[in-house]
Nanobody, 124 residues
Framework: QLQLVESGGGLVQPGGSLRLSCVASGVILDNYAIGWFRQAPGKEREGVSCISSSALSTHYAHFVKGRFTISRDNAKRTVYLQLNPLHPAGAAVYSC?????????????????WGQGTQVTVSS
């Protein structure tokens, strides 16, 4: 069964950090770029970051540059997103997605397998 499962979300204070994980099953992760997206209540889904299949290339949305870090361990079939520091505006459901190929992708239509998401709440 092809699926992506996210974990690592939770409640964190402003300025705090979290590490999200995206574990793939039924997918040869080495062949695909993986992206992270987020959606806050009442807002459209937005792309956060993407990492190529080889991990040699990464992309970050302008609003997270310098604060979030994407990485991957293909042997563990896992992609990570380090969120540090988190601001209240970063509260959302974060989802990972499998791109259609190995190269970086930005738009949602370039991804064809999505996880269910993990909730990140930022509050004091």
């Amino acid at each position: 069964q092809l699926q992506l499962v996210e974990s690592g979300g939770g409640l964190v204070q402003p300025g705090g950090s979290l590490r999200l994980s995206c574990v793939a099953s039924g997918v040869i992760l080495d062949n695909y770029a993986i992206g992270w997206f987020r959606q806050a209540p009442g807002k459209e889904r937005e792309g956060v970051s993407c990492i190529s299949s080889s991990a040699l290339s990464t992309h970050y949305a302008h609003f997270v540059k310098g604060r979030f870090t994407i990485s991957r361990d293909n042997a563990k079939r896992t992609v990570y997103l380090q969120l540090n520091p988190l601001h209240p505006a970063g509260a959302a459901v974060y989802s990972c997605a499998n791109a259609r190929g190995p190269a970086l992708a930005v738009d949602a239509y370039e991804f064809d397998l999505w996880g269910q998401g993990t909730q990140v709440t930022v509050s004091s």
